[in-house]
């Protein structure tokens, strides 16, 4: 029996019964006088939707259950949706920047298994975690529509980044971020920061840093914005590749679940995160590089910005690209803009990335 039909059991007073002769439907039962009464019977869920066990992943999940509700009236049953909690890598090893544990695929990994070996028929994922590349048997068909892409200025004693005195502490386990402050700021100590959004929020009271960046996307899904001293322009601080976008995965071939997701989707949000990834692919970017990009609509036609840095700031490429919105043309300008980025490096530029190591 599932854990959460009897938990709604226990909620209203019913008791779950599980039939006999191998039927794997659960009914619910109440007592009445003079027997028991069936009251409604719950098959075994539709569709059974993976997440991380983060308070952000889980609104990103339930964000997501509850549009699969609102389309599908088949899925508004109760029942027919489940949240399937999986601990990744990432959630597990909290003590040390991402690249010393593994680089790529440390938030996806175990999602990815448990997907291809149907324990769950969707996962929901936060598309800047996503590496380019996707397991054989696996597609990634839908995007939610994207939040805000900028990151967000929290601090407790300075208005802005401006007001910071030499030697301030910031905490951020992002070396795209850290490669952008020290660029402009080169007096302030960035120190590795992780953990969910509130343990961040809680270690920023206890003044174990002065300041931190976080993406203003995540603080509005769990209505924490609030926290935001000030929200950083774009022009000052480029988003990480696919900064506030969801994706779902599921299995190639799964009819039923490509279908759910087709309704979900949002075009113009997979072609921008698309033509970023393509960038990232393009450079073989990992959590060890700082790699910065943001792709956009405006006035109908695309406007990328593309950037890599070193890791203390000193050296920055940048690069720009306009075009027709399309998804061609957001491909080809992605790859066409990290090729060229990575064709300006120094010949030692990603070698000396790749021997300091750090952290998206």
């Known amino acids: 029996m599932s854990s959460a039909l009897s938990a709604r059991a226990r909620v209203s007073g019913r008791r779950a019964v599980v039939p006999r002769g191998g039927d794997t439907r659960a009914r619910c039962v109440t007592r009445a006088r003079g027997g028991v009464v069936v009251r409604a019977a719950v098959d075994a869920p539709i569709v059974r939707i993976g ?6 992943a889980l609104a990103q999940a339930y964000m997501t259950r509850d549009l699969l509700k609102e389309n599908f009236p088949e899925l508004a049953e109760d029942g027919a949706l489940e949240i399937c909690i999986i601990k990744t890598t990432g959630d597990k090893v909290l003590d040390q920047p991402l690249a010393d544990i593994g680089g790529k695929g440390l938030f996806t990994r175990e999602l990815d298994d448990a997907l291809l070996d149907g324990r769950i028929d969707i996962a929901v994922h936060s598309m800047k975690d996503v590496p380019t590349y996707l397991p054989e048997g696996m597609v990634l068909p ?8 900028r990151d967000a200025f929290l601090c407790l004693k300075y208005d802005s980044l401006d007001d910071l005195p030499e030697g301030a502490v910031v905490g951020t386990a992002s070396l795209r971020r850290q490669s952008q402050l020290l660029y402009k700021y080169p007096t302030l100590k960035c120190v590795n920061f992780r953990g969910n959004v509130q343990s961040r929020i809680r270690k920023l009271k206890e003044e174990v840093v002065d300041c931190t960046l ?3 996307a995540g603080l509005k899904r769990m209505d924490l914005a609030q926290h935001a001293k000030l929200i ?6 480029l988003p990480a590749v696919a900064q506030g976008a969801i994706g779902i995965t599921c299995r190639g071939g799964d009819d039923k679940q490509l279908a759910f997701l087709a309704k979900l989707n949002h075009e113009d949000t997979r072609m921008a995160v698309e033509g970023e990834r393509a960038f990232l692919a393009a450079l073989d970017g990992s959590c060890r590089t700082p790699i910065a990009a943001h792709c956009h609509n405006v006035d109908g036609k695309m406007q990328f910005r593309g950037l890599i840095a070193s890791l203390d700031g000193k050296e920055v490429l940048e690069t720009t690209r306009e075009g027709a919105w399309d998804a061609a043309s957001l491909l080809a300008a992605g790859t066409d803009a990290g090729a060229e980025l990575k064709g300006k490096a120094p010949a030692d530029f990603f070698a000396n990335l790749l ?3 750090g952290g998206w």
């Open 142 to 149: 839908c995007m939610l529509p994207r939040e805000d892409v």
């Open 232 to 237: 950083i322009p774009t022009e000052q601080m």
């Open 214 to 216: 976080l993406a203003i």
């Open 355 to 357: 021997e300091n190591g």
């Open 51 to 56: 997440t991380r066990g983060s308070p952000l």
